[in-house]
């Protein structure tokens, strides 16, 4: 028998089908400042909801994945800057060296589980943090990478105008949105979460999971790449900060915050946090206090996230 009320699918779908038509339609009547943080915000949720894949569907606490992030962005950078590369050469290499990094240092964090397998995800960031301080001839050290001119797409618009930017970013951005759901919901998706939930039992079942693991390692270090490289695109500046332990935090943030095992969740983390971290810090430097806040209020109060917090509502509307 059919209900009148609506199925918590249908939900999801409207409120998809709101936000893409708000992405699409409000920006030209918004001013430019928060178009410019929507811009920004489209980016990491990119890089939120990759780490997504690796905490929320894998069941890996990644630390570290602002160093993959970081590589794409300095990628971008030097091929620009040093190369006047055009925007398809960036983005393949960012995504080329990201993943080939991960491919490179996946055997390390993989060897081992739970805490420690946070830790060195996070020493490979330390490590990824060095070298861009200490590579001053490639990366230029302390100053960065500077200068970043946005691409010349031959069109009529020039991406140098803060909405025209945004509508491109907002193309990547449901592009890798398609493709990480088409993950989740393959053959291949459905294994990582089954791993995440037991991987005693999968094991048994004959699956190879550290493989599935790697595999998944290296695809959430290529959406990093690509967000990285349009970040630099954005920021028009890569500095080893880029890497450092506050980003990773804030990385790590944006997935809690939303609810882990829910891409949806991951974006809307990075949207929430993105506008926080800009809002907050125009009145006080202290502003990773306020992060710290908000983390410690959702592990106390929201342990699932909003999403989770929103699935509890919906299954308190419907009753027994």
């Not at 990478?145 to 140098?160: A, F, N, Q, V």
Request: with cysteine.
């Amino acid at each position: 028998m059919m209900t009148e009320r609506f199925q918590p699918r249908s939900w999801i779908l409207l409120g998809s089908g709101i936000l893409l038509a708000a992405l699409i339609l409000l920006p030209p009547i918004l001013p430019t400042y928060v178009t410019i943080l929507i811009t920004q915000s489209l980016i990491f949720a990119i890089v939120a909801m990759s780490l997504d894949i690796l905490i929320g569907y894998t069941g890996l606490g990644a630390l570290g994945h602002a160093a993959f992030f970081a590589i794409g962005a300095y990628t971008t950078a030097i091929l620009v800057t040093k190369h006047q590369a055009p925007l398809s050469s960036t983005l393949l290499w960012s995504i080329v060296l990201a993943a080939g990094s991960s491919a490179a240092v996946g055997f390390l964090p993989l060897r081992a589980s739970g805490i420690y397998f946070l830790m060195i995800t996070l020493a490979i960031a330390m490590c990824v943090w060095g070298l861009a301080y200490r590579w001053v001839s490639l990366t230029g050290g302390d100053n960065g990478i500077t200068g970043i001119p946005r691409p010349d797409l031959g069109l009529p618009w020039k991406m140098s105008d803060p909405l025209y930017f945004y509508y491109l970013i907002l193309v990547f951005f449901l592009i890798c949105t398609v493709l990480l759901f088409i993950l989740i919901r393959s053959p291949y998706g459905k294994t990582l979460v089954g791993i995440r939930d037991s991987e005693t039992r999968m094991k048994v079942l004959g699956y190879n999971i550290w493989l599935h693991k790697y595999l998944a390692f290296v695809i959430a270090g290529a959406f990093a790449g690509l967000a990285g490289g349009l970040y630099a695109y954005y920021n028009s500046f890569v500095g080893p900060n880029d890497a450092n332990l506050g980003i990773c935090m804030e990385l790590l943030l944006m997935v809690i915050l939303g609810g882990p095992g829910t891409l949806v969740g991951a974006g809307l983390g990075a949207f929430i946090i993105t506008f926080l971290k800009n809002m907050v810090s125009v009145y006080t430097e202290r502003w990773l206090m306020v992060m710290a806040v908000v983390y410690i209020l959702t592990a106390l109060y929201a342990p699932d996230g909003i999403m989770g917090l929103l699935k509890n509502f919906q299954k308190r509307r419907q009753g027994p």
